[in-house]
């Protein structure tokens, strides 16, 4: 499977920003989809996912209420569209493809796409 991100970018603090990750390859080997973040000093952090099967999405508390993750399983693709955003929420965002497991842990991502980054300026 391979994972191609696109979105990001600078916006000012409250402002909103779009997400995409096109999936390619094996994709009925997904479980779910996702996205994890990291930023500088820190350990990359689960954000967000949804299972490619019935479409439940599951949010770390920070971003609860903000963020919205969507998928259209006929592109292959999952969306992040984030809303109100903070300065801590900038970090580098990484897409996540995985088989099972926790899915809060990056340990258990199977695939990863490139990183794309969020930078909120206050």
């Known amino acids: 499977v391979q994972l191609q991100a696109s979105g990001g970018g600078l916006v000012q603090a409250g402002g909103s920003l779009r997400l995409s990750c096109a999936a390619s390859?094996?994709?009925?080997?997904?479980?779910?989809m996702g996205w994890f973040r990291q930023s500088p000093g820190k350990e990359r952090e689960f954000v967000t996912t949804v299972d490619w099967n019935d479409g439940t999405a599951y949010y770390t508390d920070s971003v609860k209420g903000r963020f919205t993750i969507s998928r259209d399983n006929a592109k292959n693709t999952v969306y992040l569209q984030m809303n109100s955003l903070k300065p801590e929420d900038t970090a580098v965002y990484y897409c996540?493809?995985?088989?099972?497991?926790?899915?809060?842990?990056?340990?258990?991502?199977?695939?990863w796409g490139q990183g794309t980054l969020v930078t909120v300026s206050s």
């Open positions: 390859g094996r994709i009925f080997s997904i479980y779910n």
């Open positions: 996540a493809a995985q088989r099972g497991g926790n899915y809060t842990n990056y340990v258990y991502v199977n695939y």
